[in-house]
C-alpha cells in the first residue's frame, strides 16, 4: 500500500513542484494556468489555495541558483557586521559560496588583516556614523578592493567614498528591513560610482536571488527618499504616537477592524518593533527631509480645520484634487492591495486554526 503519511505527502508535493517550477521555465508563465475548477471542487481543495501555488511557483522563476559554477570565491567584510542588515547580506554571500569577514566597533585593531586583499568593504553602519567609517575604512583597502555601503543617503556617502579611495565605489540602498530571507522582489537601489566591472559580481548575485534593482544618480535617489521614508515614516510614526496617547486599544480595534485597518495598523505595530534611533536619523537626516516633514503637518492642520470647520466641498475638492495626480496608480493600487488582503486572509485564516488546535489540546486552568 502507498504511504498516505503527511510526510510522504509531503515529499511527493515537493518532487511535482520542483516539476512543475521546471516546466514553468520551459514555457510563458502566462500561459501556464489550466481550468482547474471542477477539478478543484471535486477534490474538495479550495481555490485559494490553488491560486497561491501557482502564484509561488511563478515567482520561483524569479530567482536563481545563487552559486554561480563560474564564479570566483569573493572576499568579502562587513563593517558593523554584526547588525541585522550586516547579518542579511552575509547570510545571502556565504550561501553564495564567498568568504565573510565581520568587523565591529571592537575590531578595529584588527581591521588591517580584517581589510587585506579582500574583493568588496561593505559599510553598514548608522547614519551619523557613516562618513567617518567611510574614510577610516578606506585607509586600509588596496587599490582594487570595492567600497560599498547601505545608507539611506546616497549623495555625500558617494561623495566621500569617491573622494577617500581610488578604486571601485558603488552606493546601495536596500529598500527594506531585516526579517526578509533573500532578495526575492526586495528594491535594492543602486548609484553607480566608479569602475562598474569591479562590483558588477554583486549586483548579478542580487538579481539571481530574485531582487528588484533600480540604478539611481545620487541626487534622484535623495530626493525621492524625501517621500519614500522621511515623510511616509513620520506620517506612521505620528498615527502610532496619536493611538498611544489617545489610549487606543490596539488589539480590540483589531477584533472590529476590516482587512485594510489590520494592515495599516501592522505597518505601525512594525514601525514601533523598529530601532528607534535608526528611525530618527531617517527623518532627521537633512534640511530637505525636516522641511518636508514641516510640510506635512502644516496639510494636516489645514485639512483638519476643515474638518473642525465641517467644510465638505473643501474636502471633496482636496481629494479630488489629489486624485489627479495619482491618476492610474489608484488601479494598480487596488489590484496590489486585493492580492494584499486576500494574503492577509490566508493567513489569519490558518492562525485561527492553529489556535483553536492548541486551545483544544490545552489542559484546563486549575485552582
Known amino acids: 500500500m502507498p504511504d498516505l503519511s503527511l510526510e510522504a505527502i509531503d515529499q511527493q508535493l515537493i518532487h511535482l513542484l520542483s516539476q512543475r517550477i521546471e516546466l514553468l521555465s520551459e514555457r510563458s508563465p502566462s500561459s501556464s494556468t489550466t481550468p482547474v475548477d ?11 489555495v490553488w491560486n497561491s501555488l501557482v502564484t509561488s511557483c511563478t515567482a520561483a522563476l524569479a530567482t536563481r541558483p545563487l552559486r554561480h559554477p563560474d ?12 547588525g541585522m542588515m550586516a547579518q542579511f547580506f552575509g547570510q545571502r554571500f556565504q550561501a553564495a559560496g564567498h568568504e565573510v569577514r565581520l568587523l565591529g566597533r571592537q575590531d578595529w585593531p584588527q581591521a588591517p588583516e580584517l581589510l587585506q586583499d579582500i574583493d568588496l568593504a561593505l559599510v553598514c553602519v548608522p547614519i551619523d556614523r557613516t562618513l567617518e567609517i567611510i574614510r577610516q575604512t578606506a585607509g586600509y583597502l588596496s ?47 543602486i548609484c553607480p560610482g566608479r569602475d562598474r566591472p569591479a562590483w558588477q559580481w554583486l549586483v548579478e548575485l542580487m538579481a539571481r536571488d530574485g531582487g528588484d534593482l533600480v540604478e539611481s544618480p545620487p541626487d534622484e535617489h535623495d530626493q525621492m527618499m524625501v517621500t519614500v521614508q522621511a515623510i511616509r515614516h513620520f506620517a506612521t510614526f505620528g498615527l502610532g504616537v496619536f493611538l498611544a496617547q489617545d489610549g487606543i486599544e490596539v488589539g480590540r480595534s483589531l477584533e472590529l477592524s476590516s482587512p485594510i485597518y489590520r494592515l495599516g495598523i501592522d505597518m505601525v505595530s512594525r514601525l514601533f518593533g523598529q530601532d528607534a534611533e535608526l528611525y530618527a536619523d531617517i527623518m532627521l537626516a537633512n534640511g530637505d527631509r525636516r522641511e518636508a ?42 489590484r496590489e492591495s486585493d492580492r494584499l488582503i486576500e494574503a492577509m486572509s490566508i493567513l489569519l485564516a490558518a492562525d485561527r486554526v492553529v489556535d483553536s488546535a492548541s486551545a483544544a489540546s490545552s489542559p484546563p486552568d486549575m485552582e
Do not use: W, Y
Not at 564564479?71 to 554584526?82: D, H, K, V
Not at 570595492?146 to 549623495?155: E, Q
Not at 494636516?300 to 470647520?309: M, R, S, T
Open 143 to 189: 587599490p582594487t578592493a570595492t567600497l560599498a555601503d547601505i545608507t539611506s543617503i546616497k549623495g555625500p556617502m558617494l561623495e566621500t567614498m569617491l573622494a577617500a579611495h581610488p578604486g571601485p565605489v558603488v552606493g546601495l540602498h536596500p529598500m527594506f528591513g531585516p526579517g526578509v530571507e533573500s532578495f526575492l522582489s526586495q528594491k535594492v537601489v
Open 293 to 334: 516633514i514641516a510640510r506635512l503637518a502644516q496639510t494636516f492642520q489645514v485639512l483638519a480645520k476643515q474638518v473642525q470647520a465641517k467644510d465638505r466641498k473643501g474636502l471633496i475638492e482636496a481629494m479630488n484634487a489629489a486624485s489627479e495626480t495619482f491618476g492610474s496608480e489608484t488601479e494598480r493600487a487596488v
Open 71 to 82: 564564479e570566483p570565491q569573493r572576499r568579502i567584510t562587513l563593517i558593523g557586521g554584526r
Open 38 to 48: 471542477t477539478e478543484l471542487q471535486k477534490a474538495g481543495v479550495p481555490p485559494f
